[in-house]
């Protein structure tokens, strides 16, 4: 999930069945997956554009599709909403609750944003400077479903982000 994961010179439709093409799945399958998959992730449409003429946030989502097109277990993500603007980050934060809402899915996501990191988990490792040590693993209770503004308002929200900034020293 970070720059340059996809074959810009592709189509969406085909960046997003490149898993299932390199296991021979049938193409019939292949197309009614990846439409299932675009509609989800918000590129219903989008299947035939080049994938280099969207934007960050949608490539993005083509990243997604294509990660989960295939069920994984378990998704892997490092810094992945680290190139899109705020407004972007907070959609495919969202949508990013909504999938492991829907499929239960174990999300483990690198992030240096603080306030991601407590908005996305339920629970957040803060790891000390290299060689990567562990400083505590934080348990996030807040409720769910999470709102942008609403649980970010909150006084756990800010209990939860105000330890991790703590833990992981004053920036300034």
Same mark, same amino acid.
């Given at each position: &999930?970070?720059? %340059?994961?996809?074959?810009?010179?592709?189509?969406?439709? /085909?960046?997003?069945? &490149? %898993?299932?093409?390199?296991? =021979?799945?049938?193409?019939?399958?292949?197309?009614?997956?990846?439409?299932?998959?675009?509609?989800?992730?918000?590129?219903?449409? &989008?299947?035939?554009?080049?994938?280099?003429? !969207? =934007?960050?946030?949608?490539?993005?989502?083509?990243?997604?599709?294509?990660? !989960?097109?295939?069920?994984?277990?378990?998704?892997?993500?490092?810094?992945?909403?680290? =190139?899109?603007?705020?407004?972007?980050?907070?959609?495919?934060?969202?949508?990013?609750? /909504?999938?492991?809402?829907?499929?239960?899915?174990?999300?483990?996501?690198?992030?240096?944003?603080?306030?991601?990191?407590?908005?996305?988990?339920?629970?957040?490792?803060?790891? %000390?400077?290299?060689?990567?040590?562990?400083?505590?693993?934080?348990?996030?209770?807040?409720?769910?479903?999470?709102?942008?503004?609403?649980? /970010?308002?909150?006084?756990?929200?800010? /209990?939860?982000?105000?330890?991790?900034?703590?833990?992981?020293?004053?920036?300034?």
């Amino acid at each position: &999930f970070q720059q %340059g994961a996809l074959f810009e010179w592709l189509p969406v439709s /085909k960046n997003v069945d &490149f %898993g299932l093409r390199m296991k =021979s799945t049938d193409p019939a399958v292949s197309r009614e997956l990846v439409e299932k998959w675009l509609n989800i992730v918000g590129l219903q449409g &989008f299947g035939d554009t080049p994938t280099y003429q !969207l =934007s960050g946030g949608m490539q993005q989502r083509v990243n997604l599709a294509r990660a !989960l097109l295939i069920d994984p277990d378990l998704l892997l993500m490092d810094e992945p909403f680290a =190139s899109v603007d705020a407004q972007t980050r907070a959609g495919l934060e969202d949508l990013l609750l /909504k999938i492991h809402a829907d499929l239960g899915i174990t999300i483990v996501l690198v992030t240096h944003d603080i306030d991601e990191s407590v908005y996305l988990a339920d629970r957040v490792i803060a790891l %000390g400077t290299s060689p990567g040590t562990v400083l505590e693993v934080i348990e996030v209770t807040l409720e769910r479903p999470r709102h942008q503004l609403l649980t /970010k308002e909150t006084e756990d929200f800010l /209990k939860y982000r105000h330890r991790v900034f703590e833990l992981l020293g004053d920036p300034a």
